[in-house]
């Protein structure tokens, strides 16, 4: 039986140089047709077929007139967007787009706080996508928007060339290096919304320029960066910067991207990494500060301040880990707040310096391969200090999450409470409950 196989496939091999020797190269579809009659009936292994199709489409390329001119290529890939490629390969373009839609319900407290419940659908992000390279696979580029409420907004603005693996630079308006789920973008999330540990440390997207590369076979990453300092969208109005660096080791290969371990890898990954930046600012900064910086917004832009210079340390370490589904990421966030006037908020002893922490934890595995994920997260802040009306704030949440195509279709379902512990008032709970569908194309 094996001899005959080969001879239809001798057989099939002739008919194609036939075709084409007699010029109905361009007929091709009477050869596609019938190469997938034999696949079909079992005449040729699938390997077989994408081998003679393959030979079958080089020898179309071969045939074609060497004055016809190249043209662009046109394709689509799903996360990926439509892909736009010039004649000579050296400028692409992809656009594509994330959309989030969410339904949450809040219920705090029995309302004892004196805020109602709440329940509302809404779009949690609808964003466009463009990115590509110019001139060279070297230099890259990446916008992101976001159109919300009717107002379109500039996230991201790249422009990143990489003259060697373990040398770059990107330029423009992004995240620096700060910690690893801040930098994890949203739609590559295991929950609705990231920790409240990182939400009350993130200094956000901000305008700046970085070096940024891989050593020993990219096991190593750094960035390390200058930025204005003063959050997303801003000019910078003063000699002040925002100092950011990050170091990231990949001991046992390339760290895949992301927090779910949708690929069921069968050798475990394992990450860790360092992020710290340093933000000295001015009194008079930190009234147009944007809220994207959360480490200002929930220390500093508070009544009774009453500093002419702060600095700002943020900095964090992480470690996690993936195998065979499962996922494992913990987090510490350390911030301090030193300003050249001590004050205080109703305490009666002013102080210069303030100290904050915080840590979240998480993990996630997935009950049926790349498809249904189960995940749970710790996470706490603890301010440490007079400025804020809180002593400490955690979360417990669990989630449940089905991926039809991977991150590019999935939906989210998560659940948790978030206590908050106050000095002078009753503590406060806070139950929500939240459904997202998202779609990346």
Wanted: net charge neutral.
């Amino acid at each position: 039986m094996k001899w005959h196989k080969q001879l239809i496939v001798l057989i099939v091999l002739t008919l194609c140089s036939a075709w084409h020797a007699s010029g109905l190269a361009h007929d091709n579809p009477t050869v596609e047709e019938l190469l997938k009659v034999l696949r079909i009936n079992g005449q040729i292994t699938e390997q077989q077929y994408q081998e003679l199709q393959g030979k079958a489409d080089a020898s179309d390329s071969s045939q074609a007139s060497p004055t016809s001119p190249a043209r662009a290529k046109v394709d689509y890939k799903p996360g990926r967007g439509f892909q736009f490629e010039s004649a000579d390969g050296k400028h692409t373009l992809a656009i594509g787009g994330r959309l989030l839609t969410r339904w949450g319900y809040t219920d705090r407290d029995g309302g004892a706080t004196g805020q109602s419940d709440e329940s509302e659908f809404r779009i949690a992000a609808a964003r466009l996508v463009l990115r590509g390279q110019a001139f060279s696979p070297k230099l890259r580029y990446f916008f992101q928007t976001e159109m919300l409420n009717g107002d379109v907004s500039l996230l991201d603005a790249i422009f990143h060339y990489q003259y060697q693996p373990w040398l770059g630079v990107r330029l423009g308006q992004f995240w620096p290096g700060q910690s690893r789920q801040e930098t994890t973008p949203i739609v590559a999330l295991q929950f609705t919304e990231r920790s409240i540990a990182n939400d009350f440390f993130n200094v956000g997207r901000d305008t700046g320029a970085e070096l940024i590369g891989g050593l020993w076979e990219k096991r190593l990453h750094y960035r390390f960066g200058i930025f204005n300092g003063n959050g997303l969208n801003q000019r910078q109005r003063s000699t002040d910067y925002l100092y950011s660096g990050r170091l990231q080791f990949d001991p046992l290969g390339p760290f895949p991207a992301g927090e779910p371990e949708i690929d069921d890898l069968q050798h475990p990954r394992v990450s860790f990494g360092l992020s710290s930046q340093f933000n000295k600012v001015g009194k008079k900064d930190i009234t147009r500060l944007n809220a994207d910086n959360d480490a200002l917004e929930n220390i500093i832009i508070r009544p009774g301040f009453s500093g002419d210079n702060i600095d700002i340390w943020t900095s964090t370490a992480d470690a996690a880990f993936k195998w065979r589904g499962f996922s494992l990421v913990s987090e510490y966030y350390f911030g301090n707040i030193t300003t050249d006037r001590a004050f205080d908020f109703g305490s009666g002893s002013p102080n210069r310096t303030f100290d904050a922490h915080g840590w979240y934890g998480q993990a996630g595995y997935f009950l049926i391969p790349h498809h249904l994920e189960a995940a749970f997260r710790y996470s706490f802040v603890n301010p440490n200090n007079n400025a804020l009306d809180f002593t400490l704030r955690d979360e417990i949440r669990g989630a449940l999450n089905y991926y039809f195509y991977g991150q590019n279709i999935k939906l989210q379902t998560d659940i948790g409470t978030i206590s908050t512990a106050r000095k002078k008032r009753r503590a406060r709970d806070e139950l929500e409950a939240r459904i997202q569908l998202q779609l990346v194309f």
